[in-house]
Every structure is written in C-alpha cells, then in structure tokens.
C-alpha cells in the first residue's frame, strides 16, 4: 500500500489533535492545542509531518518534528515530538516510510541527528525505534509543574 506524505496545514488540526489524542490516551484541551499547532504550522522551527491514504484523505499518521540549533552539539538537531500512525493502519510500513520521509526533512534543514523522547512504557516504540537503526543513548528525566485535567480515554 502507498501513502502520500505532505506537511500539515491549519486543516488538519482536529485530525492532529485526535490522534495525539490516541497517542496520550487522553483527551487533550482543544483550544491551547488548536492555538499551538497553528503557530507550529506557521515556524519554521517545526514541521508536522501527515501520511495519507490519498491526497485529500484525513492524516492516518503524523510525525511532528523540532528544528533547534543545540550548543551541546555546536549544531542543529531535529527531535521527533510526536509519531503515532492511527491504529488500523499499523504493520503496513508506513510508520517506517514516515521515519524516513523524517530523516530526510532533517537532514535538508542541515540538522546532524535526529532525535526522539519515548515513554518508558511504550517498549514497542521503543523497539520499532532500534529496528529503524536509533540507539537509546541518553536519559530524560522531567519535573512536572502540575497536572492537567485530561480526560482519561484508554
């Protein structure tokens, strides 16, 4: 099966939301969400990444990706935000093809690595993440200011 792959625009929004939604398994608040992704799709600091069935077919994958120059590095890095391909559409490869459409993003905005946070609970990802040649080579640890009140959807 093919897909085409494009940069997502302000229309995609709902379907963006919903399946980092997915990803959370909650339910996020729309309005910040709706207000954040609209300045992202504007920066050039971001680029979301969607996967379609066909050209004006919904998103059935996303890939959101930061550009930010690292002093740590002395160079520009990319850093996956969030990757998730809608449940139905797994096993097909297109999480793969998504990756890679990602890697060459980054390298053509002159970023040296590519980088991604996972949850160490998502060992699946974790292992798709190996399979595609990423090494786990560092620790995040965070300090949560408080909670938001999701609706839990799992």
């Not at 939604?21 to 339910?27: M, N, T, V």
């Not at 996956?80 to 459409?101: N, Q, T």
């Not at 980054?106 to 040296?112: F, L, N, Y």
């Amino acid at each position: 099966m093919s897909f085409v792959f494009d940069t997502a625009s302000a229309d995609d929004c709902e379907r963006v939301w919903d399946l980092i939604c997915q990803l959370e398994k909650c339910r996020l608040p729309f309005e910040p969400f709706r207000e954040m992704f609209a300045k992202q799709v504007k920066s050039t600091h971001y680029c979301c990444l969607v996967a379609r069935e066909e050209a004006d077919a919904p998103a059935c994958a996303i890939l959101n990706l930061r550009f930010e120059n690292q002093l740590h590095h002395a160079a520009r890095i990319a850093e996956i935000l969030e990757f998730i391909v809608d449940e139905p559409h797994r096993g097909k490869g297109i999480g793969a093809a998504l990756l890679e459409e990602a890697q060459r993003v980054a390298k053509e905005m002159g970023c040296v690595q590519l980088e991604v946070t996972s949850n160490r609970t998502r060992k699946e990802a974790h292992g798709f993440y190996e399979s595609q040649g990423m090494v786990n080579s560092h620790v995040k640890l965070t300090l949560p200011f408080g909670e938001i009140d999701l609706e839990d959807i799992s």
